[in-house]
DNA sequence: CTGCTTTCGCTACAGGTCGTAGCGTAACTG
DNA sequence: CAGTTACGCTACGACCTGTAGCGAAAGCAG
């Protein structure tokens, strides 16, 4: 979705009849939509971010650069919805216990770190976010918060099981699940992106160790 | 220190009697140095990684372009030099209880992370060092293993004061300092940069709570 | 003081990217 | 059919990059 210009509505005001809008005209190509993205995904794989050319989307895309601005206002805007379907693929198991579904997260996320794709654009992304309000609220509804919701799963699965206790204060469960997001993917994408050190099934075991605490190790 | 070029020694092998070296011609200006280095950091702070560019650093440090290039080579290895003091900042306390002194050097990192030209140029780096293994290395070496020292530090005080049991194998403990550098400074990452949330000592304290287990919360 | 060497500031330049404008054509609607 | 919008193409000015060439300045050795 690349969802960035409303296809250029002379009046856009709150018409649009609820859902059967965008009637008159040539309508966008869907197709043109899938090669551009794929394209991206591609040129950031080969070419890295600083590689990557707006020009060098459109050729390979098969599409004219004008397309492209149509629809997507930068490079970073169009990074960011090339990378964020890879990140869909993140799911919360539920195999039974904790200690397994932080190891299997982790693991499923330290996979996709690797990719090269990933790699060119994530903290390339993160950083052009740091001067622009815009792109870094889009980054975070697109990429960053959708995986907030795995911290939930995993702590609503594991307080059924008894394993944790269940949540009293509202507000402190929020500030627990932010925690431990921030702690997840920031150590992660720390070890994977700066550290440049694999992610190993022991490192994995030992992380998890420190996030649940010496509970376990005892 | 740019350290960058070799002052273009014709005859380049391992000549140099031990110090005093380079004595011919004329010497390069330091005076040079320090403005371009200061130059580059207020045009980070000001205009940001991608606001900064070689023609305007300098200008704004009264110097020829070609005098720029003459010791960076590019734009990456100079930001490198530019930020790298700034993180001679950091040290390790000891204030005679590890809660203390995790909580002071994290605090003292997110106070470093609340600065502009951070900010602007930390996350750049790591994304541009991802694709440049040379410049990966000079990021790590300049910027990010100095701080592993703090991790190190801070365990043998702790050891010594009979918080922690004392190292039996050395490659545990090396895997384990390694762990807590990423968990830290790849968590206080994303929570400033990544999640735009600010570290408040309440966030500190909880995010120590984590660190040490709860050893101290029960 | 006189060469020798290297840096300095300046100008100019080719190469590449950006983002936009203009045009004729294609696609879809009523 | 007319009306509307997307498309491909070309061209363009603006900007940044990194290098080359020049004369002048600042050191050092004799």
Redesign the pocket.
């Known amino acids: 979705m690349p969802a960035a ?1 409303p ?4 009046d856009s005001t709150v018409r649009e009849s609820a859902h059967a809008f ?8 869907a197709a ?2 899938l090669a551009i993205l794929d394209a991206t995904r591609e040129a950031l794989a080969e070419l890295g971010w600083g ?6 989307v ?1 050729v390979r895309a ?10 997507w ?3 970073n805007e169009l990074v960011v919805d090339a990378v964020a379907s890879l990140f869909d693929e993140l799911v919360m198991p539920d195999l039974g216990n904790l200690r397994d579904d932080i190891e299997a997260v982790v693991t499923q996320f330290a996979d996709l770190l690797a990719r090269p794709e990933t790699q060119a654009a994530l903290l390339a992304l993160f950083a052009e976010g740091i001067r622009d309000p815009q792109l870094h609220r889009r980054i975070r509804e697109a990429i960053v918060d959708p995986q907030k919701h795995l911290v939930r799963q995993g702590r609503a699965a594991a307080q059924a099981r008894g394993e944790l206790e269940p949540d009293t204060d509202a507000e402190a469960a929020a500030q627990e699940v932010d925690i431990i997001f921030d702690t997840i993917a920031g150590t992660v994408e720390h070890r994977v992106l700066v550290s440049g050190e694999p992610i190993t099934p022991e490192w994995t075991r030992r992380f998890t160790d420190l996030l649940l605490g010496p509970l376990t190790t005892g």
């Open positions: 210009q296809p250029a509505s002379p965008r009637a008159k005209g040539r309508p966008r190509s043109a939509d590689g990557l050319t707006m020009g060098h459109a098969k599409v004219a650069k004008t397309t492209l601005y149509r629809r206002p930068s490079k």
